[in-house]
Structure formats: C-alpha cells, structure tokens
C-alpha cells in the first residue's frame, strides 16, 4: 500500500507544469563580457569563390560591400577563365600612366561580352589606381564595390597584396584550376 502511495504521489508530481524563473535581462556591460571572445561576422568589403556541391566545374561567387549588401552568381570554369583575363587587363593598366592626372580622374571600364556579368573599373587619380568591381547577377541584382588600390609609383609593393582586388584575382585562378582538375 505505501509503495502504491508512493507512485500516486510520484506520478502526481510529473504531471504538474514545472515552471522556470526567468532569467534577469543581461546589462550593456555582461553582454560586451560574454561577446567579447565570440566570432564577429567580417566587416567591410568582401568575397567568396568557391565550388558548387554537386556541380563539377561550377563555382559560386558572392561579392559584398560595406553595408551588408551582396549580389551572388555562379560560373563555369571557361567563365572564370574570361573574369581572370578581364582583371588581369584592368591591372596591367592600373600600373600604366595611360589617362593619369585628368581632372576629374578617368574612370576605364574593362568588361568582355562573353562574360556581362563581372566589370572591373579602374579609376586614376593621383598616383594611384583605384579598382572597383561589378557583379551584375543574371536575375538583375547588381553590385560595386571598391576593392583597393595600387600606387603606379611603387610597383609590386606588399601592400598590394593585401588588397581585395589581388586576393579575389588568386582565389579565381586557383578556382580554375580547381574546376581543371575536377
């Protein structure tokens, strides 16, 4: 008989809504302490190329700007091959002194209509070239974002290389060879 109380009280008791205290809101200071050695999601200008599950030779291209905004499309390695020599043009002529020092700066765009998705846009001012790239999605969505600059009087200086524009060259070029060897 007492073992049958005991369950009746037992069950009794599972069968009761157990509620939780709710937990104090965290202040400004607990929650910079609990972030402080959290990931953060990249700042500023940004890129991606990488491979398409599932699809051999496909690569996805993401492109964002400072505020948050994207546009993303996809390619083929033959259409890799044509952005990489769309920017390789652009930035054998940032290095030259061809339309420096007008007023104001000359703007070139380097495009291919094999591939009218992908722009790069040189700007000229000073003693720099300034590179901007566009991504004009097939479904319409288009971006520009800037993507660093070169000084044409120090060619092949290291700060180039930490530039946007000369790490989305060699992530594209290693895409290729990627999509080669698929």
């Given at each position: 008989?007492?073992?049958?109380?005991?369950?009746?009280?037992?069950?009794?008791?599972?069968?009761?809504?157990?509620?939780?205290?709710?937990?104090?809101?965290?202040?400004?200071?607990?929650?910079?302490?609990?972030?402080?050695?959290?990931?953060?999601?990249?700042?500023?200008?940004?890129?991606?190329?990488?491979?398409?599950?599932?699809?051999?030779?496909?690569?996805?291209?993401?492109?964002?700007?400072?505020?948050?905004?994207?546009?993303?499309?996809?390619?083929?390695?033959?259409?890799?091959?044509?952005?990489?020599?769309?920017?390789?043009?652009?930035?054998?002529?940032?290095?030259?002194?061809?339309?420096?020092?007008?007023?104001?700066?000359?703007?070139?765009?380097?495009?291919?209509?094999?591939?009218?998705?992908?722009?790069?846009?040189?700007?000229?001012?000073?003693?720099?070239?300034?590179?901007?790239?566009?991504?004009?999605?097939?479904?319409?969505?288009?971006?520009t974002v800037?993507?660093?600059?070169?000084?044409?009087?120090?060619?092949?200086?290291?700060?180039?290389?930490?530039?946007?524009?000369?790490?989305?060259?060699?992530?594209?070029?290693?895409?290729?060879?990627?999509?080669k060897q698929?």
């Open positions: 008989m007492v073992v049958s109380a005991v369950l009746l009280i037992g069950t009794a008791a599972f069968a009761q809504k157990q509620t939780k205290p709710v937990p104090k809101p965290y202040t400004d200071a607990e929650l910079r302490k609990m972030s402080k050695d959290k990931m953060k999601p990249p700042s500023g200008a940004s890129f991606y190329v990488g491979a398409v599950d599932g699809v051999p030779g496909r690569f996805s291209m993401l492109l964002t700007d400072n505020g948050q905004k994207f546009v993303e499309e996809s390619y083929l390695v033959n259409q890799l091959e044509v952005i990489a020599a769309v920017m390789t043009e652009a930035q054998k002529f940032a290095r030259t002194e061809e339309s420096a020092g007008k007023i104001p700066p000359a703007i070139t765009r380097f495009a291919d209509k094999q591939e009218p998705t992908f722009m790069v846009d040189v700007e000229k001012k000073g003693d720099q070239s300034r590179f901007y790239v566009t991504i004009q999605s097939v479904a319409g969505k288009k971006l800037e993507m660093g600059s070169l000084k044409r009087s120090n060619p092949g200086s290291d700060s180039e290389q930490n530039e946007l524009y000369f790490k989305m060259l060699d992530r594209i070029r290693a895409a290729i060879e990627e999509g698929q």
